[in-house]
Nanobody, 125 residues
Framework: QVQLVDSGGGLVQAGDSLRLSCAGTGRTFSNFQVAWFRQAPKKSREFVAA????????YYADSVEGRFTISRDNAKSMAFLEMNNLNPEDTAIYFC??????????????????WGQGTHVTVSS
């Protein structure tokens, strides 16, 4: 199994940027596809972005396309979510998640077996 620790959240103003990090320990990080999901207050968890094991494939929710960038550094067992031009609708708890590469659809939360503890992102207007 792999353990995930996500970090980098905070309180920012609309238009600002944040970079979230996801640190993986345990099994070989490069065996896993990685995604970010988020959950806003009183809303269900939603897909944000995902990346294949080698970074060749990236996938984004329409709401973040062009503003967010997912990346990974397998040598450091890390994944990242660069978030630019944030707006109040991006306020949520952000979770990184991992699944064995090829284990299922990138955008479905039930694909992912391993989850970070979440990091809070609050965007003020």
């Amino acid at each position: 199994q792999v353990q995930l620790v996500d970090s980098g959240g905070g309180l920012v103003q609309a238009g600002d940027s944040l970079r979230l990090s996801c640190a993986g320990t345990g099994r070989t990080f490069s065996n896993f596809q990685v995604a970010w999901f988020r959950q806003a207050p009183k809303k269900s968890r939603e897909f944000v972005a995902a990346i294949s094991w080698n970074g060749a494939g990236t996938y984004y929710a329409d709401s973040v396309e062009g503003r967010f960038t997912i990346s990974r550094d397998n040598a450091k067992s890390m994944a990242f979510l660069e978030m630019n031009n944030l707006n109040p609708e991006d306020t949520a708890i952000y979770f990184c998640a991992a699944a064995q590469q090829g284990g299922g659809a990138y955008t479905r939360s039930d694909t992912y077996r391993y989850w970070g503890q979440g990091t809070h992102v609050t965007v003020s207007s």
